[in-house]
């Protein structure tokens, strides 16, 4: 008679595991998500650099892929 009413109780330590996994991987997805745009923009930054440095110093090819380059120019 006590196995019947142990079935119909919900383990609620597992139940509250169970969601707190699942918004954390929805967390971990949306962080995921929302990073892609500065991925791309390394990624850009990475080319620009190897192509810019080929013709200048590391230095001034990195200040020209910020796009800064117009400021440090020597007149």
Do not use: H
């Not at 850009?44 to 910020?66: G, H, L, M």
Request: glycine letters at 2%; one cysteine or more; hydrophobic letters at 45%.
């Amino acid at each position: 008679m006590t196995e019947a009413k142990d079935k119909r109780k919900f383990d609620w330590t597992k139940i509250f595991i169970g969601i707190s996994l699942l918004l954390c991987a929805c967390s971990l997805a949306f962080i995921s998500v929302s990073l892609r745009p500065v991925a791309k923009w390394a990624n850009y930054q990475s080319v620009c650099v190897e192509q810019e440095s080929i013709k200048a110093p590391i230095s001034w090819a990195v200040r020209k892929c910020n796009g800064r380059s117009k400021v440090y120019q020597v007149k």
